[in-house]
């Protein structure tokens, strides 16, 4: 586990923000087919400038390119060699279904990492970075094993044991790269650990088939050869994500079902857990949390979801419930999840997503007196 940074911050974030309306249009014609790349791409740069500025200048002690070059979340799932979105259709779930649901994947060929997926666009955030660490975000391992058996083409992988070591060493290259480029932080975005937590999603095969508990250390098992071989002061959080596309979500339930495994096998350096509302349970599964550790448990107390602002001495009370269970020089503030899992965005103004981040900070220098 990484020793020498300490990330996650005190104020910190999930990692999306808000498309501003321009770039918002140009990704729709890029997909779309209509779309002119030099464009694009001149846009792009623009409001990472923008973006980046903005959160150097509101005081965080962290900076994402706000995942401007991507149109979802899912992005470094798609662009690892053998992969296709697709597979099964998602099972129902008795009878009111979830307002969306989980993205399948087919592999039809041999994962391989075959070009740096992330670096490009890390490495112009760093150059334009002053005063904050940059941070990667990327969607978790687990992710991939929503392709089941019947998704995987058997002249490939004739056995799913060869497929899952094939997963860590995309994302050990990648992490490699990244940090030879000066990254020093990075993120993997999981919503499987989440599913495991929702009683209705818990044997949903999409999340790997198996027994839910034996999946939540299946789980713990390939995050963590994923991350094995990064620089030991390399930090590495894990966000556990309920779902967050257009505002809706898909998962609910408190951490108690994953917790233990989570908080204990996990060998990352910080968690970013969703606690916005009743979905999420209470603080008490943070008892799991190992005594003497150095990680970090940032609180997601700030809705990304809704326009309203929070009450901030409300949300100190929260950190302080928490607290009781996690010690304070451990937990951290940020949203729930970031503003903009995909390019559309969440149902808030950029206006309440600038009143938003800006609570986070005036949170953590209230709490801990840094954002750091």
């Known amino acids: 586990m990484a020793e020498q940074t300490q990330a996650p911050f005190r104020a910190d974030h999930v990692g999306s923000f808000l498309r501003p309306p321009p770039l918002r249009d140009a990704i729709e014609k890029d997909r779309d087919g209509k779309g002119n790349a030099a464009e694009l791409k001149a846009l792009q740069d623009k409001y990472i400038r923008e973006i980046v500025a ?7 002690a962290v900076a994402t390119d706000g995942e401007f070059r991507h149109a979802s979340f899912h992005h470094f799932l798609e662009k690892i060699d053998g992969t296709a979105v697709g597979g099964r259709q998602a099972e129902p779930v008795g009878a009111a279904p979830k307002p969306f649901e989980p993205r399948t994947y087919s592999i039809h060929a041999k994962l391989r990492h075959s070009q740096p997926i992330e670096v490009g666009a890390f490495k112009y955030l760093k150059e334009r970075v002053t005063t904050a660490t940059p941070k990667v975000t990327m969607a978790s391992p687990t992710m991939l094993l929503r392709a089941g058996r019947e998704d995987i083409n058997k002249d490939v992988y004739p056995t799913m044991e060869e497929f899952y070591a094939d997963i860590p060493k995309v994302y050990q290259e990648e992490l490699q790269q990244l940090y030879d480029a000066g990254c020093r932080y990075a993120q993997l975005d999981d919503t499987n650990y989440a599913y495991l937590c929702d ?65 204990n096998q996990l060998d990352i350096d910080g968690y970013f857990l969703e606690y916005d509302d009743e979905r999420s349970g209470g603080f008490e599964p943070l008892r799991f949390f190992p005594k003497g550790s150095k990680k970090r448990v940032v609180l997601g107390v700030v809705s990304s979801k809704r326009p309203a602002i929070e009450d901030k001495d409300e949300m100190k009370r929260r950190i302080d419930a928490a607290s009781k269970f996690v010690p304070l020089e451990n937990l951290c503030v940020s949203p729930q999840c970031g503003f903009a899992s995909t390019f559309r965005g969440n149902p808030v103004t950029e206006d309440v997503q600038k009143r938003k981040m800006e609570l986070v900070v005036d949170i953590a220098r209230d709490v801990w007196g840094t954002t750091k």
Request: charged share 25%; proline share 6%; with cysteine.
């Open 199 to 263: 009683p209705e999603l818990r044997a949903r095969r999409q999340l790997g088939g198996g027994n839910p508990d034996e999946l939540s250390v299946r789980y713990a098992r390939l995050i963590n050869e994923s991350i094995a071989k990064r620089p030991k002061d390399m930090a590495i959080g894990v966000h556990i994500c309920r779902g967050n596309s257009s505002g809706n979500f898909a998962a609910q339930g408190g951490y108690e079902p994953i917790a233990d495994v989570l908080l």
């Open 54 to 60: 903005f959160q150097e200048g509101i005081g965080l």
